[in-house]
């Protein structure tokens, strides 16, 4: 029920391994991994999320900044 997409991830701040995926009110996933992205110049994570959310381009937030769902690989 759940796949492994990309983020990425407004701010300066990579978010922790197991950060809450969410979209408004409802948690959607999980962080695996994260790290900062000098290429893109953002933080960027992977994630398992629901499949209902795993457009590319899906709005979400992690621990309180925006994210959106990227395609993979990253660049």
Request: with cysteine; charged share 15%.
């Amino acid at each position: 029920a759940r796949r492994l997409v990309g983020l990425r991830i407004a701010g300066g701040r990579a978010p922790a391994s197991g950060a809450i995926v969410m979209s408004g009110d409802r948690s959607v996933g999980r962080v695996t991994s994260s790290a900062f992205s000098p290429a893109l110049g953002c933080p960027i994570a992977l994630a398992y999320v629901h499949r209902d959310f795993t457009e590319v381009g899906t709005e979400v937030s992690v621990d309180g900044a925006a994210a959106s769902i990227s395609a993979l690989p990253f660049v």
